[in-house]
């Protein structure tokens, strides 16, 4: 049968109003906890890590981070609630929360409540409390004493410390770090991984024994005997048999506390499908999964592990129903399963990946928003090796989940192509009327050709999902680094008609480029823009470079690495190189207000002489204030970039 056959069939899909499957009691329950929940940080990480870190001192980076990895994976609180279907969090409670000191330390915390109204301290039951609306926060003093304690040690010991230890000699005459800067972020920070998609697929194909057994494999062979790079493969190999020790403990550590769990159950039925499901726990801490159940988990556990290594941000989930279906598809044949119990175990996995949100600084919740966790999830689109649509009831079931729960994260991408059934664009649609701005619509007939015009294989770029702010990317074998280091372009495009010194902090840039009344021509302005830009972006470049050099010392990801196509066949990390696919990018932003700001240069003051560049200048530089006519007529008759018109677009 067809996967349209079975999609017509499902009872799950029912035509008309009543479009939407019923909602089950735990799964309401859970929903309504993460819609009105309280972020509970705890210090188990942080004290792990800290404690490896100064016990191991002196280790390798590659070392000292798998180790410290491993060591919370195997000891870290494997809590569970009676209303849960899919295990794992990253916290020591539901909706908890870890720190990660090694990163960048834990200053934020202190700062905000040593400064900011939002917080609040009970002294009867030592608890901090904020109160940023629709953010609630309990952190007991307990955790912010230890914190405190350690705080000068990661001062010292952090990446952004190690960072800006040393630095080129002119970094910091041409960066700078602070608000409306050309340059951002901070340049000499590391450039943040995330921004991709894992290895997902390739854990659920082969389990987590796969690589250790690869990786021990290694070691082994190489007894007494390393060669040319191989005491670099060497680390690699020791650090993913770590955290793939780290990954099995954890989840048999769950598998236990779900069977204490089971022991409280007085209803027989319920008992009896939380020691099963213990048991399933067991196998796939080594083993791939054989059910749906087991490839939803698995992929969550190994999600979890990810986020526990390194909290990427922007993180892609992948293409779930191209992953999960065939197991579905398997059990649905054989009756092992219902389409009932599918649609639950797909809202858990959903409402599961809500609650990785640890929250942060009051900044970073204005900026972002409350809840936002950057995770993203890709469905639809093609089969990789055939190229045909390859939507199956999965993707139904994803958008469903979304629909009936009304979730806004994560970011869904349901990827289009001109065979996409109409009942997909139809229940899509439909879901969007509900939502608002998911699914994000993503066309295929585009988006392939693209990826192979940038170096991936056809098969692979029929493979492509999407990750945090919308960048296709390849899945589970690209490193792509794509929100590495910026230029603000329009920002940039101020300064250079300011003589290099930007009006919103005064800060005087390593280039002079002269002041917009100097330039005699409309070919000197577009000259000092040039040069201008090709100063700032050689730099960003070179930071970039700089910053991928640290990285491959001081930020290996040996969870990241072992699933990751290439990695574990060359025995190099990820950050030094290791994946299939490599690249490496920031981004320059406000292209379209510089051409909108060269524009209006030319045609007020070069073409129709409006007004001279003086007046230009004086009108910029007041933000407008006093040259109301000016800002309108420029808004109103000058041409626009993005409307087609060659005198803006040129």
């Excluded at 955290?243 to 007085?266: C, L, N, Q, S």
């Excluded at 139904?396 to 996409?420: C, E, F, V, W």
């Excluded at 409309?522 to 830009?533: C, I, P, W």
């Excluded at 970039?544 to 040996?558: I, Q, V």
């Amino acid at each position: 049968m067809s996967d349209q056959s079975v999609i017509d069939n499902m009872t799950i899909f029912p035509e008309g109003t009543d479009r939407y499957a019923p909602i089950t009691p735990r799964v309401l329950r859970m929903r309504e906890l993460i819609r009105n929940r309280v972020i509970k940080p705890d210090a188990e990480r942080f004290s792990t890590v800290t404690r490896v870190w100064k016990e191991n001192k002196n280790y390798p980076p590659i070392i000292k981070r798998a180790l410290a990895n491993s060591e919370h994976l195997k000891t870290m609180t494997t809590h569970v609630e009676d209303f849960e279907i899919i295990f794992g969090g990253l916290g020591a409670a539901f909706g908890g929360a870890p720190y990660w000191p090694e990163l960048g330390g834990t200053n934020w915390i202190f700062f905000e409540i040593e400064h900011s109204k939002i917080w609040s301290y009970d002294e009867e039951n030592d608890m901090y409390h904020r109160l940023l609306v629709d953010e609630k926060m309990e952190v007991p003093g307990e955790v912010i004493r230890t914190l405190k304690a350690d705080k000068p040690f990661w001062d010292e010991e952090c990446d952004v410390a190690k960072a800006n230890a040393f630095r080129p000699d002119w970094a910091d005459k041409i960066c700078c770090s602070d608000e409306a800067t050309i340059m951002g972020p901070p340049p000499l920070d590391f450039c943040t991984e995330g921004h991709l998609v894992a290895g997902y697929n390739n854990v659920i194909k082969n389990g987590i024994k796969y690589y250790h057994d690869w990786a021990q494999g290694w070691i082994d062979d190489h007894f007494g005997y390393l060669m040319g790079d191989d005491s670099d493969k060497y680390m690699f190999y020791y650090s993913v048999v770590l955290v793939t020790e780290g990954i099995t403990a954890m989840i048999k550590h769950y598998a236990d506390a779900v069977r204490e769990k089971a022991a409280t159950f007085e209803d027989a039925d319920l008992k009896a499908e939380w020691l099963d499901k213990a048991e399933r726990l067991d196998y796939i801490s080594e083993y791939p999964p054989r059910t749906f159940w087991e490839a939803v988990q698995i992929h969550f556990f190994y999600h979890e592990a990810v986020l526990l290594e390194a909290y990427h941000p922007a993180l892609g989930i992948g293409r779930l129903d191209q992953y999960w279906w065939p197991f579905l598809e398997k059990e649905l044949a054989e009756g092992t399963i219902t389409e009932a119990q599918a649609q639950e175990i797909v809202d858990g996995f959903m409402l599961k990946l809500n609650t990785n949100y640890p929250g942060g600084s009051e900044g970073i919740a204005q900026a972002i928003g409350i809840g936002n966790t950057g995770q993203h999830i890709t469905i639809g689109g093609v089969d990789p090796k055939t190229g045909e649509d390859a939507t199956n009831p999965v993707t139904y079931m994803l958008l469903q989940t979304i629909g009936r729960l009304l979730l806004h994260d994560p970011a869904t991408s349901l990827r289009i192509n001109k065979n996409t059934p109409a009942k997909l664009w139809e229940e899509a649609l439909e879901m969007t009327k509900r939502v608002g701005g998911l699914p994000l619509f993503q066309n295929d007939e585009v988006l392939i050709p693209a990826m192979v015009q940038a170096g991936y294989e056809l098969e692979d770029a029929r493979d492509y999902g999407f990750i945090g702010c919308q960048e296709a990317v390849g899945c589970g074998n690209d490193m792509p680094y794509c929100n590495s280091h910026n230029i603000r372009a329009s920002v940039l495009m101020t300064c250079v008609v300011n003589n290099g010194i930007n009006p919103m902090n005064g800060k005087a840039g390593y280039m002079r480029s002269g002041y917009l009344y100097e330039m005699e021509s409309f070919e000197d302005v577009k000259e000092a823009y040039r040069k201008q830009l090709k100063l700032h972006q050689d730099a960003m470049v070179s930071m970039m470079n700089w910053g991928e050099a640290l990285n491959y010392w001081y930020r290996p990801h040996a969870v990241l690495s072992f699933a990751m196509i290439g990695c574990m066949e060359s025995g190099t990390d990820c950050t030094r190189g290791g994946a299939k696919y490599n690249s490496y990018g920031g981004s320059n932003h406000g292209f379209a207000t510089v051409a909108d700001s060269l524009t209006s240069i030319k045609w007020a003051c070069f073409d129709k002489k409006i007004c001279t560049t003086r007046e230009m200048y004086d009108a910029v530089m007041a933000n407008w204030e006093g040259y109301e006519d000016l800002r309108q007529t420029l808004l109103n008759d000058c041409p626009h970039y993005g409307n087609d018109d060659p005198y803006a677009d040129e």
